[in-house]
């Protein structure tokens, strides 16, 4: 389901971090009830980008809109749901007891933690403290608290990293239903076989993106069967020509 007026629209953002420039003037849009994969190497600036979504980073220049607002407007704080890659969890509470806890700050609808627990496949462990899970289980209980109140917009940092390869099926999985259901999905990840589960594929380097475009188009432009291959043929392209 997608309509005309992009869920997140961003345009030429700088973004300085410790005084460096993190973010060169990226530019993205993402279509309402799409999955969007941001995908690069470590430090090339996915992490934030994302936090510009949601709102908590300064920015040097450009604008982000969410949902038709300025991103961090007060207005977003229900609609969009972030998580990042240090848990939200407490952890001396049981996965049942921080989702409900969650729930209540977050005015999300009662019944919304037993819902998101089943959704990211922890319902043996809803009585489980956080403390004693492995960290994969860590990592979907910080993935529930994101579900919680069915946000218009998800920010997932690395979702699926630690993750055996059913269980991160499992989530892409997940991701597609949400956005089927109208949701729309920016999902960072450093593994290029998820890529190919996206509907649009940001290329991130050195904080700049190198590409944008769909998994197929992406392909067919560079002839590479695999997108690893297509993302470094994307970077020998660019080092060839003038910027
Ligand atoms: N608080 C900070 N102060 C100074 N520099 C920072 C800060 N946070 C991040 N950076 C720098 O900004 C750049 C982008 O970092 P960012 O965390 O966005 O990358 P990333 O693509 O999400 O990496 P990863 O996949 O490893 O999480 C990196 O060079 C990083 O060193």
Known sequence: ????????SVRDLLVERGGRPVLHGVTFEAPRGSVVGLLGPSGCGKTTLMRCLVGVQTV???AVSVLGEPAGSPGLRRRVGYSTQSPAVYADLSVGENL???????????????????????????DQIAATLSGGQLSRANLAVALLGAPELLVLDEPTVGL???????????????AERGATLVVSSHVMDEAGRTDRLLLMREGRVLSDSTPASLRASTGADD?????????????????
Not at 231 to 238: A, C, D, K, W, Y
């Open 60 to 62: 040097k220049g450009g």
């Open 227 to 243: 997108l690893e291959e297509a993302f470094l043929q994307v970077i020998s392209q660019r080092a060839g020509s003038p910027t």
């Open 164 to 178: 055996d390869p059913v269980l991160r099926q499992e989530l892409w999985e997940l991701f597609r239903e949400l």
């Open 100 to 126: 409900r806890y969650f729930a209540s700050v977050l005015g999300a609808p009662r019944g919304d933690a037993d819902r998101v627990v089943e959704e990211v496949g922890l319902g043996r462990h809803r």
């Open 1 to 8: 389901m997608m309509s005309s007026s992009p869920a997140v």
